[in-house]
């Protein structure tokens, strides 16, 4: 499995919808409310076959209130 972090700018007001409408993917391992230009991380794990890109436009990026995404890339950890 891959780990990526992917932070949300929401919509403004649609914050928590939003975060309802991604816990209910059951697709994050974890998530967390932010301060600054985006509203929410999430971490996700991504299995080795499946394509980044292509498995996160599909499992979460279609959701209404997402208005931007960042997707940080993990590599070895320490």
């Known amino acids: ?8 700018r929401c ?4 914050t928590y919808e939003v975060a309802s409408a991604i816990w209910d993917r059951e ?3 974890e998530m967390y409310s ?5 509203d929410l991380l999430a971490k996700v794990y991504i ?3 499946e ?3 292509h498995f996160l436009s599909s499992h ?5 209130g997402i208005v931007r ?4 890339m993990t590599f070895k950890a320490f």
């Open 51 to 53: 394509d980044v890109g």
């Open 47 to 49: 299995p080795e076959e």
């Open 1 to 8: 499995m891959r780990c990526v972090f992917v932070q949300f």
């Open 69 to 72: 995404t960042l997707t940080t």
């Open 60 to 64: 979460l990026f279609d959701i209404a």
């Open 27 to 29: 697709v994050v391992s």
């Open 34 to 38: 932010t301060s600054g230009e985006y």
């Open 11 to 14: 919509t403004p007001g649609k």
